[in-house]
């Protein structure tokens, strides 16, 4: 196992780039997209989380982790939002 | 009696941090509008999308992400007196720098050979000014890079590697919104 913080962050920001390109080439049953969209931008969001936390330093700083942590959710689910649009009509 | 706020446990100085907030407020707005846009015609930007070189894109998310570790490192050793080895860990993140911007040239090269331009479809509208505006902050982050790579002192190495990470932050949303999100 990887004991350094910022290695791990490293090699938790390859798996999730990695993860989330694989899940878009992946061929998905129609009507399946918004799973996928989902999944693109929750490992969007988490990687984003790993950058503020380890790379920036955030970890120091709890109060402005979650902060950043919840404005970021927020702004993801608000892309999700746009992107399941137009599906609905 | 020394007051403390809630800033100050900011790591940094404090202007960096607003320099972060308004570059993600600017992409964030770009990338709603888009998304927005796509709204009216999801069949005609899924087409123009398939154009797109999503394989190229994750490799430069690779090639970026490790360029932050680089950074996030080099402070790491400036902090340690080890000032031989943290610049080195800078030249080093301003080369994977450039190489981003050389797989980004291919790719804008490849579709101009395709006859795609801004004005194909509003999808490549949106393409050219995020992807252009986010290498030119990438063109602006290597320049830095080795700007405290040679005056190394830990608050300006602190200063450039935030801005690179904000590069890298930047990235971590765009790339998966105009490449993967079909």
């Keep these: ?89 | 009696m020394s007051e403390t706020s809630v800033l100050d446990e900011l790591p940094g100085d404090l202007m960096i941090w607003v320099l972060i907030v308004s570059e993600l407020l600017v992409f964030g707005a770009g990338l709603a509008a888009f998304l927005s846009v796509r709204a009216s015609d999801p069949v005609g930007f899924g087409a123009a999308q398939d154009a797109l070189y999503r394989t190229g894109a994750g490799i430069n998310t690779v090639v970026l992400v490790s360029s932050g570790a680089l950074a996030a490192w080099a402070l790491r050793l400036r902090d340690g007196a080890q000032r031989g080895a943290a610049r080195l860990a800078l030249v080093v993140a301003a080369l994977l720098g450039v190489v981003f911007l050389a797989i980004k040239g291919f790719e804008y090269a490849g579709k101009a050979a395709d006859g795609i331009g801004w004005d194909t479809h509003p999808f490549f509208t949106f393409y050219y000014l995020l992807t252009g505006f986010h290498a030119a902050h990438v063109v602006a982050g290597v320049i830095v890079l080795l700007l405290v790579a040679w005056k190394d002192a830990p608050r300006n190495i602190e200063a450039g590697a935030a801005f690179w990470h904000m590069v890298d932050l930047v990235w971590v949303i765009l790339f998966p919104v105009l490449y993967l999100l079909r």
């Design chain 1, 1 to 89: 196992m990887i004991r350094d913080p910022l290695l791990r962050a490293w090699g938790t920001l390859i798996v999730l780039s990695l993860g989330s390109t694989l899940i878009s080439l992946w061929h998905w049953p129609p009507g399946f997209s918004a799973v996928a969209g989902m999944l693109i931008l929750t490992f969007a969001w988490l990687k984003a989380r790993v950058i503020l936390s380890y790379y920036l330093g955030l970890n120091a700083a709890p109060f402005w982790r979650r902060g950043f942590g919840i404005s970021l959710g927020i702004f993801c689910l608000l892309l999700l939002g746009l992107y399941l649009l137009p599906g609905l009509f």
